[in-house]
């Protein structure tokens, strides 16, 4: 480990020239501070070397293939970057009267009736700042709705076992009761399980579509059907978009409410490099019990009195908006059609290739990402996903996602993304079949991965159990 | 293989039941529930005085993995929660059949439970 900014310095060292005072110097009366604040003393230089530094330790899709499942970490394009610091956008303030902004107005505008084209909804709520606060701004969206329709029995919200675990989560803070759909035997909801549980008290079911295990509910329809004719909503987490822009629309397969990720299908910023945009969009029937103020005909509307009230300051992260606006207009109709396409294509490549060497948890060709089991490896080799994860790191590839859907057992969750070229698919697959050699040969050297990065193999058990998570001087 | 102790009761989500000479029970995870866990870092029981259903759940077991229930074998009520596991949830992986999560009373449904042999008859099913 190299030393941390606090550590580094020399006594004396700045980072700025201040000029020569030219008032009298001041000491404040009140002591608001006990010690000093112990700000490192490092010089310009120092401070750069420093942060490249840990910049190159960092794995970005702009470094490495990062086949992160349901996570969609598709290749951000710089004209996005581009187009969010043009100085109309940057240079207003969020609370500038709306003549002023009114290019910006019209962006939310735009996007929204892109969107709702996109989604087959009526109306979007940018307010979100991520996925799981677009879940819970939803369910509270159904919440008002249902209180105002006096269905306040309905509290039960049906999800399914291979969910996200945020959509239980959301559901839960967002007042609901969280009952779990069994998945059948192909990985798709159980239709009748979920008919024999629908009823009066039922409020809503939130699905993915496709779903976890990267698979299309055929039965969706059906499925739509049984809750609505119970008397409850339909909610669609849009994580899983990028398999099906252009292709199909969750507004016609019966969703009321849906939340699409910028930040994931939109081609903008992800992660800790974010901030993320996670919007609802909702049929005609839910627009007045959205999150106001609503933007509509360039007006700010604050006066929405059916209104569940503000999810978030301001309007949501409006640069994020910019972003996913430049790319879907730059892709146009054609352009997502294609993008979902070759999305599905590249997974679809991989999980051929792969599969003439890696357990797939579904025998069935997938969408747009595809889960991995090493169930059998573990069981005969001792070796598990998290050791093929680890030895991917130090070849050069960011592990998919691991141990998700829960549903499967050692599972390795893989979504390529549409931006990669078949080289680099081509070069995963041999990648992971020499590793798998690796785990028949010698798994304790696989075990021992990583050895090519700045920290090895982490004690997650420890750092779980006894976790510490502040620096302190002299305790390096 | 998975250990099943003898004397126990079982149930297909993979706890153990001990019937007490006073009519209350320890309920804990099973050999296999430990192993398919992990390494278990952080145990949330829910407290003395609750009601549970059978099924109902009765604590969260959070391993590296992942967060998951554990469900309650049996309806009743939480008497007591095995408060040693707060700072020492590994207990559940070192020992499973010694420390237990919960002592219930007011037990309903042990009928429904599986004998040891059942149980180990059951996990066969599942490897």
Redesign the interface.
Known sequence: MSQLIFERGTQGHRGVALPKLQVPAYTLKTKLRAEKPQLPSVSELEVVRHYTECSQRVKGVDHVFYPLGSCTMKYNPKVNEDAANLEGFTAIHPLAPEEDVQGCLEVVATLEKYLTQITGMDAFCFQPAAGAHGEFSGLMTIRNYLKRHHEDQRTVVFVPDSAHGTNPASAVMAGFTVRQIPSNAEGNVDVEALRAMADETTAALMLTNPNTLGLFEKDILEITKIIHDAGGLVYYDGANLNAIMGIARPGDMGFDVVHLNLHKTFSTPHGGGGPGSGPIGVKRHLIPYLPSPRIENGRIHEDCPESLGRMKMFYGNFGVMVRALTYVMILGKEGLRRTSQVAVLNARYLEHELSRNYDMAIDQPCMHEFVMTLKRQHHDLGVSAMDIAKGMIDRGIHPPTMYFPLIVEEALMVEPTETEPKAVLDEAVRVLSELLDLATSDPQALQACPTTTPVGRIDEVQAARHPILRWQKGNE | MSVVKEGLLYSKSHEWVETLPDGTVKIGISDYAQD?LG?I??VDMHPAGEEVEAEGALADV?S?????EIYSPVAGTIKETNEELIDA??KLNEDCYGNWICVMENVGGLDDLLSPEAYSEYLTTLE
Not at chain 2, 64 to 68: E, F, N, P
């Open positions: 398919s390494d870092v952080f959070e590296v993995k992942a967060v998951s949830p590994e």
